[in-house]
């Protein structure tokens, strides 16, 4: 069965230093894999798209990676700041589609 | 970018009945879809609403449960039919402005069942 998984632990990391998610597929070939940010209470916010044929994306502080042959994406947060502590949530879409169908959710805590 | 209000944002209702979610865009959309997220779970979804038809549904989610409407390009209705404390979640209702472009979500629907 298809699956999407993220880093099943919160991850805790000290102001400063770079965040790296996780987002692992299995049975699937996605045309684009996203990014999403979530707050409590909130709906995701959209923070990166990058497509199959594309292996970065860069946007301020946050880069993308994408490799198909690992059925794997990195998102990364550099210089990272207790405002980026929120929910991250990855998702593919296939080709000729907009569902977007989500990974299981990173929680990050950037403290002081 | 779009804008989505839905509402209710909660609600507390009792089980065997039924609760319509509204979900209102401020610009016209291609795609409108509904998804439900369990306290501390990721999104799940549910259907894709589709103007002037039948909704689609995803597997494990059925019309007589979900009924879905979606009138015009920028509103959709989601219903949850005789409910039960398992219906207790999150609904949160997206729409996209193309293939393969950004989605947009509103704030989401805490729908609680006692």
């Known amino acids: 069965s298809q699956k999407i998984e993220q880093n099943s632990e919160a991850l805790n990391i000290q102001e400063g230093k770079t965040a790296t998610l996780t987002c692992n597929y299995t049975?699937?070939?996605?045309?684009?894999l996203q990014w999403y940010r979530q707050d409590p209470g909130r709906g995701p916010v959209f923070l990166l798209l990058?497509?199959?044929?594309?292996k970065e994306k860069r946007k301020e502080r946050l880069k993308v990676t994408f490799d198909t042959t690992l059925k794997q994406s990195l998102f990364h947060i550099t210089a990272s700041q207790p405002a980026d502590s929120a929910t991250y949530l990855c998702?593919?879409?296939?080709?000729?589609?907009?569902?977007?169908?989500f990974g299981t959710g990173t929680r990050l805590q950037v403290f002081p | 970018s779009a804008v989505i209000s839905q509402k209710p944002s909660r609600d507390i209702c009792q089980r065997g009945t039924s609760l319509t979610i509204q979900c209102q865009v401020d610009?016209?959309?291609?795609?409108m879809f509904w998804y439900r997220q369990q306290p501390g779970q990721s999104l799940t979804l549910i259907a894709t609403?589709?103007?002037?038809?039948?909704?689609?549904?995803e597997s494990g989610f059925v019309i007589d449960k979900f009924p879905i409407s979606r009138p015009n390009l920028t509103f959709s209705t989601l219903t949850v039919s005789n409910m039960s404390p398992e219906d207790s979640s999150i609904y949160l209702c997206?729409?996209?402005?193309?293939?393969?472009?950004?989605?947009?979500f509103g704030q989401g629907t805490r729908l609680t069942v006692v």
């Open positions: 990058i497509r199959e044929n594309e």
């Open positions: 997206s729409a996209t402005g193309g293939l393969n472009t950004e989605a947009f």
């Open positions: 998702a593919l879409t296939s080709y000729n589609t907009d569902k977007l169908i």
């Open positions: 049975n699937y070939s996605p045309a684009y």
């Open positions: 610009s016209q959309v291609t795609m």
């Open positions: 609403a589709n103007q002037g038809s039948e909704a689609t549904y």
